[in-house]
C-alpha cells in the first residue's frame, strides 16, 4: 500500500495527451516539492519532473508538471509510442521523515 | 553531469547481510542534501528504503527496515553504502542509489536465495 496514489494504468492514442494524477496528503504532497520519474522496462528510473513543474535539460516540453493542494498531475502531450513505460511519482513525508512513491501507472500508447 | 556508479550483483543466503556501494564521480558529493536507496522487486513498484546527508552524516529509514538497514558514507571516496541484514527472500530487489532522488545509479540486483 503506497502512501501516494496513482491509477494502476493510463493509455491514449498517438499524437494524443494523457494525465496522471498522485494523490496525497497534507505531510507530503501538501508539505514538499513532486518529482516524477520515468522508468522504461529494465532501465533505472528517469527524472522527469522536479519542484512540481521544472523539467531537467534535456527533458521535452511535451512532459508537465502541476501540484495543487495535496495532489498532483503529470501531463503528457503528443504521445509517442516510446513513451510507453511506468510513471512514478515521489515526495517527502514531513511527519514521517521518509521518503515516499506512489505505486507506478503504467503508460500504454495504443 | 554527475554519474553514479554502483557495485555490482549479489546473491545471498536468508539471513545472511548485504553491502551495496555507490561512488559519485564528481567533488560535490557533500553539496547534495540527501543521498537516497530505493529498491524494486521483481514486478513491483519503487520503494524507499533510506537516506543519508553526505555532509553531515544524518540518516533516516523507512519504519519497515529499521534495525535491519544502515547506510553509510565515505566522503573521501564520495562513496555512499547500503548494508542490509538478516536478509529474506522478500529482500530480492533492484537496489538503486539517488542524488536527490535527482540522478540515479545504474541498480543492483540483490537476490536472496538458499
Known amino acids: 500500500q503506497s502512501v501516494l496514489t496513482q491509477p494502476p494504468s493510463v493509455s491514449a492514442a498517438p499524437g494524443q495527451k494523457v494525465t496522471i494524477s498522485c494523490s496525497g496528503g497534507?505531510?507530503?504532497?501538501?508539505?514538499?516539492?513532486v518529482l516524477w520519474f520515468q522508468q522504461l522496462p529494465g532501465t533505472a528510473p528517469k527524472l522527469l519532473i522536479y519542484d512540481n513543474d521544472k523539467r531537467p535539460s534535456g527533458i521535452p516540453d511535451r512532459f508537465s508538471g502541476s501540484k495543487s493542494g495535496t495532489s498532483a498531475t503529470l501531463g503528457i502531450t503528443g504521445l509517442q509510442t516510446g513513451d510507453e513505460a511506468d510513471y512514478y511519482c515521489?515526495?517527502?513525508?514531513?511527519?514521517?521523515?521518509?521518503?515516499?512513491f506512489g505505486g507506478g501507472t503504467k503508460l500504454t500508447v495504443l | 553531469q554527475v554519474q553514479l556508479v554502483q557495485s555490482g550483483a549479489e546473491v545471498k543466503k536468508p539471513g545472511a547481510s548485504v553491502k551495496v556501494s555507490c561512488k559519485v564521480s564528481e567533488y560535490t558529493f557533500t553539496s547534495y542534501n540527501y543521498m537516497h536507496w530505493v529498491r524494486q522487486a521483481p514486478g513491483q513498484g519503487l520503494e524507499w528504503v533510506g537516506a543519508?546527508?553526505?555532509?553531515?552524516?544524518?540518516?533516516a529509514y523507512a519504519q519497515k527496515f529499521q534495525g535491519r538497514v544502515t547506510v553509510t558514507r565515505d566522503t573521501s571516496t564520495s562513496t555512499v553504502y547500503m548494508e542490509l541484514s538478516s536478509l529474506r527472500s522478500e529482500d530480492t530487489a533492484v537496489y538503486y542509489c539517488?542524488?536527490?532522488?535527482?540522478?540515479w545509479g545504474q541498480g543492483t540486483l540483490v537476490t536472496v536465495s538458499s
Open positions: 543519508i546527508s553526505p555532509s553531515a552524516g544524518n540518516t
Open positions: 539517488g542524488t536527490d532522488l535527482t540522478v
Open positions: 515521489g515526495t517527502w513525508d514531513s511527519s514521517l521523515s521518509v521518503g515516499v
Open positions: 497534507s505531510s507530503n504532497i501538501g508539505t514538499n516539492y
